[in-house]
């Protein structure tokens, strides 16, 4: 039903700054929840921020806050993800996901649709 595809991944000092984005294919995004969510080496996918589709509810996990900024443009069907200050603990797999219904945004169980993940790495 919908395709989701990320982009802007790569390496990155501790410090700087990435942002990710997602294009939707299939579907249009102005009726779906999006949010992002990482995994790193050996560990839980984690959530990481989320957008309601009119952007009336955002949210980010704790470690994140006040260092990346979740956005999306409905008219061009993506979804960013700007991450400064980053640090080695950023590093992961990030996923754009989407939902046409959610009760939490940060519980992965409310998505439906996922894409397949761009690599972010933050090193020395």
């Known amino acids: 039903q919908v395709q989701l595809v990320e982009s802007g991944g790569g390496v990155v000092q501790p410090g700087g700054s990435l942002t990710l984005s997602c294009a939707a294919s299939?579907?249009?995004?102005?009726?779906?929840?999006m949010g992002w969510f990482r995994q790193a080496p050996g560990k839980e996918r984690e959530f990481v921020a989320a957008?309601?589709?009119?952007?009336?509810?955002?949210d980010y996990r704790d470690s994140v806050k006040g260092r990346f900024t979740i956005s999306r443009d409905n008219a061009k069907n993506t979804v960013s993800l700007q991450m400064n200050s980053l640090n080695t603990e950023d590093t992961g797999v990030y996923r754009c996901?989407?939902?046409?219904?959610?009760?939490?945004?940060?519980?992965?169980?409310?998505?439906?649709?996922w894409g397949q993940g761009t690599q972010v790495t933050v090193s020395f």
């Open positions: 299939g579907r249009s995004l102005s009726s779906l929840a």
């Open positions: 957008i309601t589709w009119n952007g009336a509810v955002i």
């Open positions: 996901a989407a939902t046409p219904y959610y009760y939490s945004l940060s519980d992965p169980s409310d998505y439906d649709y």
